[in-house]
């Protein structure tokens, strides 16, 4: 867990770590040839200490600090920033609560026809259209209202059959033979059954039996109400047997079929209310009902087909109609919610900031669920009630990750007061007296920079830079170090 309270806004602090790194980072190849020196030129630069001594320099926790940009699990880190900070950064907290997470699903729709109200017209048998009611189409047809008249010799024979029945009938009505009335009974059901089977009107049929005369075409009529949307005839053509002559559509209900995307295919259920709106009535929406959801994906648009039965009665529906579906489907329930401005996304991570006493902020690493009217759904991380950072939280986190930064850097430990020993920098056995390497500045007063508290000082190891007239003080003690004399060291 690390503490550490912010004193600045981040954008100086993060000036400030900045020029530490730049500061801490003079270790590269770019020092090399100091003033003309060489590797040795400038002993005060350290460029090059000895192994050992170098060992000794670095803090022996420097492996416990995540590196900037480090992935690894920050969760229980905690942030400390004061109240007049945080208003001024527009920090602001929003409660974990626990809620039913609805959001409202939109699809692209397509008025179609009911296909349980569409009718077929063919005949069971063969013959010639006379006169066509039903002349184009699109007419709209009352049930029973008369589609055409037919000519068929087949129906003439029928009918004859049915009139030779009837005379036989009457005829042996008072037979004394056993059986023959009822034999002729028989066969005048069956005449009658046949034109029955015809679909010849029960009317016709005994109209034909009082008059005793054929009836040479004969009225079909609509099985339905419904608006004509085929017709395959014309009047005076021949037709066969089953031939479709007409198909005709009630428009009373009409259906809507709806693409939702594949993802979204669980949430909706049978029944549930959904709303369409087309073009054609801007402002207006027309109320259904889930009826059927189709059992097929399309493999090419991750799309599934839900049916939504609409009631049509004043005919404002058409099939073949665009237009939009809208319905709310409910995504969880009993779900801890937070705003989705609290979840930040690092790398494969999702993490928050609950709020602890007044001015601590920990890091709660959460597991996401779905995300719906500007709330996100928390699986695991955090538990109703806690007080998470809704706003500003990036700037949090990246005060963490600044400070998490600095805290890696060399130097940058509170375990420097080691760095008195610094004065045996100077004692490699080569360098003459150790004692006069103290007057490079005191290096023994470095342990004073034990005190990382008081950062400003390190200022004061500016003065360390006296130590790059080491080379000088090599003119006086170690004449190898110039030139291609250097001794030891070369």
């Given at each position: 867990m690390m503490?550490?309270?912010?004193?600045?806004?981040?954008?100086?602090?993060?000036?400030?770590?900045?020029?530490?790194?730049?500061?801490?980072?003079?270790?590269?190849?770019?020092?090399?040839?100091?003033d003309?020196?060489g590797?040795?030129?400038?002993?005060?630069?350290q460029t090059?200490?000895?192994?050992?001594?170098?060992?000794?320099?670095?803090?022996?926790?420097?492996?416990?600090?995540p590196?900037?940009?480090?992935?690894?699990?920050?969760?229980?880190?905690?942030?400390?920033?004061?109240?007049?900070?945080?208003?001024?950064?527009?920090?602001?907290?929003?409660?974990?609560?626990?809620?039913s997470?609805?959001?409202?699903?939109?699809?692209?729709?397509e008025?179609?026809?009911d296909?349980?109200?569409l009718?077929?017209v063919?005949?069971?048998?063969g013959?010639?259209?006379?006169?066509?009611?039903?002349?184009?189409?699109?007419?709209?047809?009352?049930?029973?209202?008369?589609?055409?008249?037919?000519?068929?010799?087949?129906?003439?024979?029928?009918?004859?059959?049915?009139?030779?029945?009837?005379?036989l009938?009457?005829?042996?009505?008072?037979?004394?033979?056993p059986?023959?009335?009822?034999?002729?009974?028989?066969?005048?059901?069956?005449?009658?059954?046949?034109?029955?089977?015809?679909?010849?009107?029960?009317?016709?049929?005994?109209?034909?039996?009082?008059s005793?005369e054929?009836?040479e075409?004969?009225?079909f009529?609509?099985?339905?109400?419904?608006?004509?949307?085929?017709?395959?005839?014309?009047?005076?053509?021949r037709?066969d047997?089953?031939?479709?002559?007409?198909?005709?559509?009630d428009?009373?209900?009409?259906?809507?079929?709806?693409?939702v995307?594949?993802?979204?295919?669980?949430?909706?259920?049978?029944?549930?209310?959904?709303?369409?709106?087309?073009?054609?009535?801007?402002?207006?929406?027309?109320?259904?009902?889930?009826?059927?959801?189709?059992?097929?994906?399309?493999?090419d648009r991750?799309?599934?087909?839900i049916?939504v039965?609409?009631?049509?009665?004043?005919?404002?529906?058409?099939?073949?109609?665009?237009?939009?579906?809208?319905?709310?489907v409910?995504?969880?329930?009993?779900?801890?919610?937070?705003?989705?401005?609290?979840?930040l996304?690092?790398?494969?991570?999702?993490?928050?900031?609950?709020?602890h006493?007044?001015?601590?902020?920990?890091i709660?690493?959460?597991?996401?669920?779905?995300?719906?009217?500007?709330?996100?759904?928390?699986?695991?991380?955090v538990a109703p009630?806690?007080?998470?950072?809704?706003?500003?939280?990036?700037?949090?986190?990246?005060?963490?990750?600044?400070?998490?930064?600095?805290?890696?850097?060399?130097g940058?430990?509170?375990?420097?007061?080691?760095?008195?020993?610094?004065g045996?920098?100077?004692?490699?056995?080569?360098?003459?007296?150790?004692?006069?390497h103290?007057?490079?500045?005191?290096?023994?007063?470095?342990?004073?920079?034990?005190d990382?508290?008081?950062?400003?000082d390190?200022?004061?190891?500016?003065?360390h830079g006296?130590?790059?007239?080491?080379?000088?003080?090599?003119?006086?003690?170690?004449p190898?170090?110039?030139?291609?004399?250097r001794?030891?060291?070369?």
């Amino acid at each position: 867990m690390m503490s550490f309270n912010v004193l600045r806004l981040p954008t100086r602090a993060l000036l400030l770590a900045t020029l530490l790194l730049a500061g801490g980072c003079g270790n590269g190849p770019d020092q090399e040839d100091h003033d003309g020196h060489g590797e040795h030129a400038d002993h005060g630069s350290q460029t090059q200490e000895p192994p050992g001594h170098a060992a000794d320099h670095q803090p022996e926790d420097d492996h416990d600090h995540p590196a900037a940009g480090d992935d690894s699990s920050r969760d229980g880190e905690m942030v400390q920033i004061s109240s007049e900070m945080a208003q001024r950064l527009g920090v602001t907290l929003a409660e974990v609560r626990t809620e039913s997470l609805e959001r409202e699903l939109r699809a692209p729709a397509e008025v179609q026809w009911d296909e349980t109200r569409l009718s077929a017209v063919s005949l069971r048998f063969g013959g010639w259209v006379e006169h066509l009611h039903a002349d184009f189409t699109g007419r709209f047809i009352e049930a029973d209202s008369p589609l055409m008249e037919v000519y068929s010799p087949e129906l003439v024979s029928a009918q004859e059959d049915l009139l030779t029945a009837r005379t036989l009938t009457a005829e042996l009505s008072g037979s004394r033979v056993p059986g023959s009335v009822d034999r002729s009974d028989a066969v005048l059901q069956a005449a009658r059954e046949r034109l029955r089977r015809w679909q010849v009107a029960p009317a016709d049929i005994e109209a034909v039996e009082a008059s005793g005369e054929v009836m040479e075409t004969l009225t079909f009529r609509s099985p339905r109400s419904g608006y004509v949307v085929e017709k395959n005839v014309l009047a005076g053509e021949r037709f066969d047997a089953g031939s479709l002559l007409f198909r005709l559509a009630d428009l009373a209900l009409v259906w809507v079929e709806v693409e939702v995307w594949e993802r979204d295919l669980r949430f909706v259920k049978l029944g549930d209310e959904v709303e369409i709106e087309v073009a054609a009535h801007p402002g207006r929406s027309f109320g259904g009902e889930v009826a059927y959801l189709y059992p097929d994906v399309n493999p090419d648009r991750r799309t599934a087909r839900i049916r939504v039965e609409v009631p049509n009665p004043g005919l404002e529906l058409r099939p073949g109609m665009y237009g939009t579906a809208r319905t709310r489907v409910v995504l969880a329930v009993d779900a801890m919610t937070v705003p989705r401005d609290a979840v930040l996304h690092v790398g494969d991570r999702s993490i928050v900031f609950v709020a602890h006493g007044e001015d601590g902020f920990m890091i709660h690493e959460v597991t996401v669920g779905m995300e719906a009217g500007g709330r996100t759904q928390i699986l695991s991380g955090v538990a109703p009630g806690n007080r998470v950072v809704a706003r500003a939280g990036f700037v949090l986190d990246a005060e963490s990750r600044l400070m998490d930064a600095m805290t890696g850097m060399p130097g940058m430990h509170g375990d420097h007061g080691d760095h008195g020993d610094h004065g045996d920098h100077g004692d490699p056995g080569d360098h003459g007296d150790p004692g006069d390497h103290g007057d490079h500045g005191d290096p023994g007063d470095h342990g004073d920079h034990g005190d990382h508290g008081d950062h400003g000082d390190h200022g004061d190891h500016g003065d360390h830079g006296d130590h790059g007239n080491h080379g000088d003080h090599g003119d006086d003690q170690h004449p190898g170090h110039h030139g291609s004399e250097r001794g030891p060291h070369a």
